[in-house]
């Protein structure tokens, strides 16, 4: 969910403004997948990188945390929306971890959509704690394969995604899902997160749809129909 930033500084606003809308952003985009069948959806809200922002924006991204849940959980909890944190909870406030707690609690019973939120996450952070989940279980080197390390992934309870937008212009996977998105279809916008929508979304379904899926095979054309007269 890139370009909030950007966003806020093209109104000459702060960039807390950019957060804000992005927010609800993810609610409308949220609403849209559920509304045309999505049942896994996964965003980005904060990298294990992002501490080495400015203190101020770190601290507001805190607290938006805070008005999030506040504003939207019982909105989206009516709507059939499960919630999960995804990521190392270690290094945020105990506030912050009880309002993650209260969202995943509030909609645990949900199944029309399961959101993911990545929060202190890292692609390379996962592999590693899945790792060390594998080694403190005993798992001996032999019968570490794929299989049973992704048993350990943060996001095991999910399928691999079919398709990863990225939206702000950059064009990179800066550590997001890299266990999981090894097969998953890239596409990337230059539309900025606060203005990401209902076109935006059909427009990247449209890319998915015309794509040609092989997963390292080959596709193999129909044999021919011989008919004697």
Request: contains cysteine; hydrophobic residues 40%; proline residues 3%.
């Amino acid at each position: 969910m890139d370009g909030n930033g950007r966003w806020a500084k093209k109104r000459f606003m702060p960039r807390f403004f950019g957060h804000k809308q992005g927010v609800d952003a993810l609610v409308r985009t949220v609403q849209a997948c559920a509304d045309r069948g999505i049942e896994y959806l996964t965003v980005f809200a904060f990298s294990s990188e992002n501490w080495k922002r400015p203190s101020d924006e770190v601290s507001g991204l805190m607290g938006l945390v805070l008005v999030a849940v506040s504003k939207y959980l019982t909105k989206l909890a009516k709507e059939g929306v499960r919630i999960r944190i995804v990521g190392d909870r270690s290094a945020v406030s105990d506030k912050v971890r009880e309002a993650w707690g209260q969202a995943e609690r509030a909609t645990e019973h949900n199944r029309r959509i399961t959101l993911s939120v990545a929060f202190n996450y890292g692609g390379r952070w996962d592999v590693v704690q899945a790792t060390r989940c594998a080694l403190a279980d005993g798992v001996q080197p032999e019968q570490l394969d794929e299989a049973r390390l992704g048993r350990y992934m943060a996001m095991s309870y999910a399928p691999d995604p079919d398709l990863f937008i990225r939206t702000g212009g950059e064009v990179r996977i800066s550590n997001f899902l890299l266990w999981q998105v090894a097969y998953s279809e890239l596409y990337f916008t230059a539309c900025l997160w606060p203005d990401f929508g209902d076109a935006e979304l059909d427009a990247a379904l449209a890319d998915f749809r015309a794509r040609e899926r092989r997963f390292g095979g080959v596709k193999l054309e129909p044999a021919p129909q011989v008919v004697s007269a």
